[in-house]
């Protein structure tokens, strides 16, 4: 059967995952490096590969990640693996692509336990993942690690409502409503 041209197919693309990897920490235990290992996301080892267009995970940039930038993860969602004792210094840096920052979250790998936006690589990737309605990828990503499925338990609530949200300043009152005493 054929389609007229002003007749519009829907086009399902899934998201391109990649992580800038600094290589700053011990690579047995970084999380970004196992996805990387597994073919969960693509290796990127120079700034200037990390695609423009691309969302570019920054807990420094001054916008929050929010669903409205899901068209942009068919360019690429991209992590920044560096050492948290380095990210200060890291992260004063802009890098390519559209900087977002994450909407507050538990972390829940053995590191950071229970600590406030100290998510690991993979924890990042996978709440973008989940806040742009890309939930059965979240869960894959997460569940390559045996503390992983309790990292989306953990935020079940905060998650699902930013997932929900109709824009970036939603989703700063909900960070408001679920982590008052934080800031």
């Known amino acids: 059967m054929n389609q007229r041209k002003s007749e519009k197919i829907p086009l399902i693309l899934?998201?391109?995952?990649?992580?800038y990897q600094m290589k700053q920490d011990d690579q047995r235990?970084?999380?970004a490096a196992k996805l990387c290992r597994l073919g969960l996301a693509q290796p990127i080892f120079q700034k200037n590969k990390i695609p423009k267009k691309g969302i570019t995970l920054n807990p420094k940039a001054s916008s929050v990640f929010s669903p409205q930038?899901?068209?942009y993860l068919i360019y690429g969602l991209i992590a920044i693996d560096c050492s948290w004792k380095k990210a200060n210094e890291t992260f004063s840096k802009r890098f390519r692509g559209l900087n977002r920052r994450l909407p507050l979250l538990i972390a829940a790998n053995?590191?950071?336990y229970g600590k406030i936006s100290m998510l690991s690589s993979a924890e990042a990737l996978a709440s973008a993942l989940y806040i742009a309605d890309y939930i059965e990828e979240s869960?894959?990503?997460?569940?390559?690690?045996k503390w992983g499925l309790?990292?989306?338990?953990?935020?079940?609530?905060?998650?699902e409502e930013y997932r929900l949200s109709k824009s970036p300043e939603d989703i700063i009152e909900i960070e408001k409503e679920y982590f008052k005493f934080y800031r």
């Open 139 to 145: 869960r894959k990503l997460m569940s390559i690690f």
């Open 29 to 31: 235990k970084c999380t």
């Open 150 to 159: 309790n990292f989306l338990e953990l935020n079940k609530d905060p998650l």
């Open 69 to 71: 930038d899901k068209p």
């Open 14 to 19: 899934k998201p391109k995952i990649y992580v």
């Open 110 to 112: 053995p590191i950071n």
